[in-house]
């Protein structure tokens, strides 16, 4: 800044000088007209989005503003449009989804994969909180990710279960309620044995006194999947101390009603809940199905190769289930030439009265074209044979 007198008094400068020679002033002329109009603007534009938006702190409260805008409302028809989009973009696989049973899905690599990517997070969503984000179970929840079921691995088993929900429920002191504190304690022992493969005869009596078997099945083993099994290890209500839990499990039942100590058991029912519709349930299904031990699914033979069976062992029903089978392989493009060779020689021996030998023939050429169907229908393959 310089200290000397001000050099251009007629300039309208503010006598601010900020180098030796006074050559950069500030002066102090009106802003540019364009700069004034665009200051305006913006005032006014502040004026009509605090109307248009929330804006105004107000008691607690806040001005709602004339569109209704919140960040919630959009973040919500973000998600609309996401689903829509979706909806248009997988309608197809969801209608086929919807149509199919949960075999064909799951043998359809398209529909499985499609149903499982879908399904995690519908996962995350309902099931992740008791059963652990990759169904890992979680202390009192069971693991979905293994092949160890309460109620079956099967699809429609696992289907029942989520649409219906379960409620374990195993009687306190045994099923009449008859079992003295000592005896569980014993009984106890006898059940932390079966699991290491044992089997006390002595404390037997005691299994059978409780009516275990009733659910467990004779050896610990339940014949369907109703109750957990004793013998493989696996515990259903897992603890650091885990005969503590097999007598308090004994001792206060599953699911017993005004029991503190019971051992807590259910599976809500998400069928008719509203949480989840129908497609999404099945989803689910698949989704659980492939987390770890879900039962095999064995492809239907499709009817095109499904071998006739021959209603009899007389010539006359070998030969024509024979001709049946032939005739089927014929079609599917996969008979082999010498059934045919063989079902002409038969008939030919059975006309020279040779019975035996024709019917014989007549079953090998059975059990060739039953054969080549069975290949056609493992390998889907309908290439000629000829
Ligand atoms: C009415 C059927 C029923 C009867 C009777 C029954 N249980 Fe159970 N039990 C169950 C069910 C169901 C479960 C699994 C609970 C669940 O997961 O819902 C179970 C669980 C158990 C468990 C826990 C296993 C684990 O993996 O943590 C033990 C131990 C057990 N039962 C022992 C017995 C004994 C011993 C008797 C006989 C005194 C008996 N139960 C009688 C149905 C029964
Ligand atoms: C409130 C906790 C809770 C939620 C949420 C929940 N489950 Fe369960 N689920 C359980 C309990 C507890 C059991 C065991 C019931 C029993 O022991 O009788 C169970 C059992 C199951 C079983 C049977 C396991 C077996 O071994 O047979 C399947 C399958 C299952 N749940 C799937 C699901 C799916 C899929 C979801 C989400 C849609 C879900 N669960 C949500 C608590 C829950």
Same mark, same amino acid.
């Given at each position: $800044?310089?200290?000397?007198? =001000?050099?251009?008094?007629?300039?309208?400068?503010?006598?601010?000088?900020?180098?030796?020679? @006074?050559?950069?002033?500030?002066?102090?002329?009106?802003?540019?007209?364009?700069?004034?109009?665009?200051?305006?603007?913006?005032?006014?534009?502040?004026?009509?989005?605090?109307?248009?938006?929330?804006?105004?702190?107000?008691?607690?409260?806040?001005?709602?503003?004339?569109?209704?805008?919140?960040?919630?409302?959009?973040?919500?028809?973000?998600?609309?449009?996401?689903?829509?989009?979706?909806?248009?973009?997988?309608?197809?696989?969801?209608?086929?989804?919807?149509?199919?049973?949960?075999?064909?899905?799951?043998?359809?690599?398209?529909?499985? @994969?499609?149903?499982?990517?879908?399904?995690?997070?519908?996962?995350?969503?309902?099931?992740?909180?008791?059963?652990?984000?990759?169904?890992?179970?979680?202390?009192?929840?069971?693991?979905?990710?293994? &092949?160890?079921?309460?109620?079956?691995?099967?699809?429609?088993? %696992?289907?029942?279960?989520?649409?219906?929900?379960?409620?374990?429920?195993?009687?306190?002191?045994?099923?009449?309620?008859?079992?003295?504190?000592?005896? %569980?304690?014993?009984?106890? &022992?006898?059940?932390?044995?079966?699991?290491?493969?044992?089997? &006390?005869?002595?404390?037997?009596?005691?299994?059978?006194?409780?009516?275990? $078997?009733?659910?467990?099945?004779?050896?610990?083993?339940?014949?369907?999947?109703?109750?957990?099994?004793?013998?493989?290890?696996?515990?259903?209500?897992?603890?650091?101390?885990?005969?503590?839990?097999?007598?308090?499990?004994?001792?206060?039942?599953? =699911?017993?009603?005004?029991?503190?100590?019971?051992?807590?058991?259910? $599976?809500?029912?998400?069928?008719?809940?509203?949480?989840?519709?129908?497609?999404?349930?099945?989803?689910?299904?698949?989704?659980?199905?492939?987390?770890?031990?879900?039962?095999?699914?064995?492809?239907?033979?499709?009817?095109?190769?499904?071998?006739?069976?021959?209603?009899?062992?007389?010539?006359?029903?070998?030969?024509?289930?024979?001709?049946?089978?032939?005739?089927?392989? %014929?079609?599917?493009? %996969?008979?082999?030439?010498?059934?045919?060779?063989?079902?002409?020689?038969?008939?030919?021996?059975?006309?020279?009265?040779?019975?035996?030998?024709?019917?014989?023939?007549?079953?090998?050429?059975?059990?060739?074209?039953? @054969?080549?169907?069975?290949?056609?229908?493992?390998?889907?393959?309908?290439?000629?044979?000829?």
């Amino acid at each position: $800044m310089s200290k000397h007198k =001000n050099p251009y008094p007629g300039e309208n400068n503010t006598g601010h000088f900020w180098d030796d020679d @006074n050559d950069v002033r500030e002066l102090n002329n009106r802003p540019p007209r364009w700069y004034m109009w665009a200051l305006y603007m913006g005032a006014i534009s502040v004026v009509i989005y605090s109307f248009y938006y929330p804006t105004i702190p107000w008691f607690g409260e806040h001005s709602k503003g004339s569109a209704g805008w919140t960040q919630i409302v959009e973040m919500k028809e973000s998600v609309q449009q996401l689903e829509d989009y979706r909806q248009d973009r997988f309608a197809d696989t969801e209608k086929a989804i919807a149509e199919k049973s949960l075999e064909e899905i799951v043998l359809d690599d398209e529909l499985r @994969n499609y149903s499982i990517k879908t399904a995690k997070v519908l996962f995350g969503d309902n099931c992740a909180a008791c059963h652990g984000a990759g169904g890992q179970g979680n202390d009192g929840f069971p693991v979905l990710a293994d &092949d160890d079921w309460l109620y079956g691995g099967t699809l429609s088993q %696992i289907s029942a279960t989520i649409t219906h929900g379960k409620r374990g429920n195993m009687p306190a002191k045994g099923m009449l309620g008859n079992l003295s504190d000592p005896e %569980i304690e014993k009984l106890a &022992d006898f059940v932390m044995g079966l699991s290491q493969g044992k089997s &006390d005869p002595a404390t037997k009596a005691l299994y059978m006194k409780g009516m275990c $078997m009733a659910c467990h099945g004779p050896n610990g083993k339940p014949p369907a999947p109703t109750a957990a099994n004793l013998t493989d290890g696996i515990w259903r209500f897992k603890a650091d101390d885990q005969r503590a839990s097999v007598v308090r499990t004994i001792k206060h039942g599953v =699911n017993k009603p005004g029991d503190p100590l019971t051992q807590d058991a259910v $599976m809500p029912a998400f069928g008719k809940s509203g949480v989840i519709n129908a497609v999404q349930l099945k989803k689910l299904v698949v989704y659980v199905h492939q987390l770890g031990g879900g039962a095999k699914v064995i492809p239907p033979t499709p009817a095109k190769f499904k071998p006739v069976v021959a209603s009899g062992s007389s010539f006359d029903a070998v030969m024509s289930a024979a001709e049946a089978n032939y005739k089927k392989a %014929i079609d599917a493009k %996969i008979a082999w030439r010498d059934t045919g060779a063989m079902i002409k020689e038969a008939k030919k021996l059975h006309k020279a009265g040779k019975g035996d030998a024709a019917t014989a023939l007549a079953k090998k050429a059975n059990t060739q074209a039953v @054969n080549s169907l069975a290949q056609a229908a493992v390998a889907d393959f309908a290439g000629p044979r000829f």
